[in-house]
């Protein structure tokens, strides 16, 4: 977003979320590889590959078991792409609505398989539609007219 007809606040609101994100997503890749500490320790949710892997079959229960350690190595090489598309800001628009559809299908994933209130726990919900906003609201070379939005409704 580098657009300068958006007021500054907007500009920076938009740089925060895209930092967000992806210090989520890289966050989330180094946990799985130990970098935030061991298993159980404080604030680690998985603390090594194999308790990720683990993770990854609950959530994807209807999957056949020799597709759960492909399916973990492909979303944590998504979500790495993901965070450096996002923190380098080019095609941003892309990476971005990218950023919402995972986001979405890990949410969607957690509800079925484990509920609906981890996914509001972590806000899994609220970093998608943080996603698709920052991918077509804030993407836009204008910043849309909130009357003329009204009157499409």
């Avoid at 995972?102 to 209130?117: Q, R, W």
């Amino acid at each position: 977003m580098t657009d300068r007809n958006y007021p500054k606040a907007t500009r920076a609101a938009a740089l925060a979320l895209r930092l967000a994100l992806a210090a989520g997503f890289l966050s989330a890749v180094a946990d799985r590889l130990g970098l935030w500490g061991k298993p159980g320790a404080p604030g680690v949710a998985w603390g090594d590959w194999s308790n990720f892997i683990s993770y990854t079959a609950k959530l994807n229960w209807f999957l056949p078991h020799p597709l759960i350690q492909p399916v973990g190595m492909l979303a944590t090489l998504i979500e790495t792409i993901l965070a450096v598309g996002l923190l380098a800001g080019f095609w941003l628009r892309r990476f971005a609505l990218a950023s919402c559809g995972l986001l979405l299908l890990f949410a969607l994933s957690m509800t079925v398989a484990i509920g609906i209130k981890p996914p509001l726990d972590y806000s899994v919900y609220t970093a998608a539609a943080g996603a698709a906003l920052l991918g077509t609201v804030l993407c836009d070379h204008k910043m849309p007219d909130p009357k003329s939005s009204l009157t499409k409704l």
